[in-house]
């Protein structure tokens, strides 16, 4: 539990850096979405925001723990997972960060709706998904 | 200065992602998995990073712009549409589907596991077939 709470702290810590810092939500599609668009200089910011991202898990290293991840999904599933997550996020123009947390923060109802949804749309896909495993119907790896 | 405010933002959050377990996929599928063996832990990730935001975002109004910026970038788009609904759909649906969000497959990119690797190439294809089929919000 403290884990988690000390986590989410770092984050919104993180997500007030940026907006104090340099006026910029944090949010990871709108990361994602910039790293195709260097030519535009404004957009800049989230590259060097990816690679301080990207090297949190080697500076966790340094500091002496080592990050686990459980991933169990057969290959052609994470492909159809990673084109919904990257189309989703797109056209609803955010995700876990940018609605879930800096939304939620500033109180926007559009983020609510979009946190509300994407978290019970999620929990959907497990519910279903656990079904067909438990009654054997197809062969789907959790 | 812009550039290392960017670097260290991304670098906490990335520390945040990882102290929390939310970069592992199962922890998440175990947070989704409301009507099994539920595991809530995570709402307390998403709990304690909101009212950090929410306390900096109320102290940036009061602020006429940010320390090293000229101004705030406040979202402008209030409309709930089919757009934003059907997007947060699909993204819910794959984010059940493994367990992976954009940062947290970001995060674990460094873990060079196979997995992974496929996830964040299909999402980085996912994002672009959205900006070349559908575009960006007006």
Redesign the interface.
Known sequence: MWDEIAGGLLIGTAAAILWLGIGRISGMTSVLSSVFAWAEAKRRWAYFFLAGLVLAWPFYQVLGYEPVIHITTNQPLLIVAGLLVGFGTYIGNGCTSGHGVCGMGRLSVRSGVATVTFIFAGMITVAVMNFFETSQIVGVQP | M?????????????????????????KV?GF?????AWQP??I??????????????R??LT?K?????????T?V????NI?????????????????????P???????F?A??M??????????????YF?GP?K
């Open positions: 812009k550039m290392l405010i960017s670097f260290l933002s991304g670098l906490v959050f990335g520390l945040g992602l990882l102290i929390s377990g939310m970069n592992d996929p199962q599928r989704l998995d409301i009507f099994g832990e995570l307390a990730v998403m709990g304690a990073a909101v009212v950090v935001f929410f306390v900096a975002y102290f940036g602020r712009q940010p320390v090293f910026s000229d101004v705030f970038h979202p788009l209030t409309q709930i757009r934003l609904v059907m997007g947060a759909v699909l993204f819910g649906v794959g984010w059940g589907l493994v367990g992976l969000c954009p940062g497959a970001l995060v674990d990119v460094f873990s596991d997995s992974v496929w996830f964040v190439a299909a999402m980085l294809v996912g994002n672009r077939l959205a900006h559908v919000t």
